[in-house]
């Protein structure tokens, strides 16, 4: 039997309130250049959904009027594909914040899926602009990657990693950092990030000459794509009992929407990329609160919203966007 999240919180009575609001990760589009087996955002190339240039204004003015936000996050879908990523990436590297990019490492080879438009532009790009990479490889063998992500995607990878590697990405003393993410195949817990992040960098040095930064390890999300993929082989329930037996007290302190704000493409706010995919957004009168309603003193006084999901983010050594939190 399952507990109620909210109900598990209140009975270890652990601080859940937000700490402060340092990162704010915008979901750019939902359009990808893959469709994983995983993805609990459902993003595709079929997908046409994106954020406004006005949103975008919105978030740089809200940079310009409170210095505690240091992380920008972007994400998707497959953030590139966005119309304005160079110019906004650009802009909030002139505002001396930190970028991060969710970089799925073969969109630099696949056309864009609208305009055809060729990205093999983006690792220079990267490197002109010192943006943070952090990629998903969900194994350093071929066969389990391509069974996650799609034939071919893990050779395409591997090219991606090697020209980073040659500009400087995932080298010790060039600043410029280069982490991937191990997401399990399948209703299973990740391993230990350490253990993990250890075979993947002997792996791939010895395979392919591959540096890189860190490996972070996350859990899959029992929503969208990947839950439907559960119900279809019987294993949800199973995977939810996984997560709730494996609670961990000291992951539940640190989960990161404690410091953090997710933004949807719609520019609706959320506590977490997560909540964001279950429409579990903010209202003021029953209507949604967007980028446009909001400062960040009142939202990191906020209430986090919480659903048995998020014994995704709190077992074992728990899950964030930067891996395990023990």
Same mark, same amino acid.
């Given at each position: 039997?399952?507990?109620? #999240?909210?109900?598990?919180?209140?009975?270890?009575?652990?601080? #859940?309130?937000?700490?402060?609001?340092?990162?704010?990760?915008?979901?750019? =589009?939902?359009?990808?250049?893959?469709?994983?087996?995983?993805?609990? +955002?459902?993003?595709?190339?079929?997908?046409? !959904?994106?954020?406004?240039?006005?949103?975008?204004?919105?978030?740089?003015?809200?940079?310009?009027?409170?210095?505690?936000?240091?992380?920008?996050?972007?994400?998707? @879908?497959?953030?590139?594909?966005?119309?304005? &990523? $160079?110019?906004?990436?650009?802009?909030?590297?002139?505002?001396?914040?930190? +970028?991060?990019?969710?970089?799925?490492?073969? +969109?630099?080879?696949?056309?864009?899926?609208?305009?055809?438009?060729?990205?093999?532009?983006?690792?220079?790009?990267?490197? !002109?602009?010192?943006?943070?990479?952090?990629?998903?490889?969900?194994?350093?063998?071929?066969?389990?990657?391509?069974?996650?992500? @799609?034939?071919?995607?893990?050779? $395409?990878?591997?090219?991606?990693?090697? /020209?980073?590697?040659?500009?400087?990405?995932?080298?010790?003393? =060039?600043?410029?950092?280069?982490?991937?993410?191990?997401?399990?195949?399948?209703? &299973?817990?990740?391993?230990?990030?350490?253990?993990?992040?250890?075979?993947?960098?002997? !792996?791939?040095?010895?395979?392919?000459?591959?540096? #890189?930064?860190?490996?972070?390890?996350?859990?899959?999300?029992?929503?969208?794509?990947?839950?439907?993929?559960?119900?279809?082989?019987?294993?949800? !329930?199973?995977?939810?009992?996984?997560?709730?037996?494996?609670?961990?007290?000291?992951?539940?302190?640190?989960?990161?929407?404690?410091?953090?704000?997710?933004?949807?493409?719609?520019?609706? /706010?959320?506590?977490?990329? #997560?909540?964001?995919?279950?429409?579990?957004?903010?209202?003021?009168?029953?209507?949604?609160?967007?980028?446009?309603?909001?400062?960040?003193?009142?939202?990191?006084?906020?209430?986090?919203? +919480?659903?048995?999901?998020?014994?995704?983010?709190?077992?074992?050594?728990?899950?964030?966007?930067? @891996?395990?939190?023990?």
């Amino acid at each position: 039997m399952i507990t109620d #999240f909210s109900t598990k919180i209140e009975n270890t009575k652990i601080d #859940f309130s937000p700490k402060t609001i340092d990162t704010l990760q915008l979901n750019l =589009t939902k359009m990808c250049n893959q469709a994983c087996t995983h993805c609990h +955002v459902d993003s595709s190339p079929r997908r046409r !959904e994106a954020m406004s240039r006005g949103l975008l204004e919105r978030a740089l003015a809200l940079l310009e009027a409170d210095t505690r936000v240091s992380t920008i996050d972007l994400t998707g @879908g497959a953030p590139e594909l966005h119309p304005d &990523f $160079k110019w906004f990436s650009s802009e909030v590297s002139r505002l001396r914040r930190r +970028v991060i990019v969710r970089h799925n490492l073969t +969109v630099t080879w696949d056309p864009h899926p609208l305009t055809g438009e060729s990205m093999e532009y983006l690792p220079e790009f990267f490197r !002109e602009h010192r943006v943070e990479i952090v990629s998903s490889l969900p194994y350093y063998q071929e066969y389990f990657t391509d069974r996650q992500r @799609g034939d071919g995607v893990f050779q $395409k990878s591997i090219k991606s990693l090697q /020209v980073l590697n040659q500009l400087g990405y995932g080298k010790l003393d =060039t600043g410029l950092t280069l982490d991937l993410v191990y997401n399990p195949v399948g209703p &299973f817990l990740p391993a230990s990030q350490k253990s993990l992040e250890n075979d993947y960098k002997r !792996e791939l040095k010895q395979k392919f000459d591959i540096e #890189f930064s860190k490996l972070y390890a996350i859990t899959n999300m029992p929503i969208n794509r990947f839950a439907y993929q559960l119900k279809k082989l019987g294993s949800f !329930e199973e995977y939810m009992e996984k997560l709730h037996g494996a609670f961990n007290l000291g992951a539940a302190e640190s989960v990161m929407c404690r410091n953090m704000l997710s933004v949807g493409y719609d520019g609706r /706010v959320f506590d977490c990329d #997560f909540n964001q995919m279950l429409n579990m957004d903010f209202k003021k009168n029953e209507k949604p609160l967007t980028l446009f309603d909001i400062d960040f003193e009142t939202f990191s006084k906020r209430k986090i919203q +919480v659903a048995n999901h998020c014994y995704g983010c709190t077992a074992g050594e728990g899950s964030s966007c930067g @891996g395990s939190l023990i």
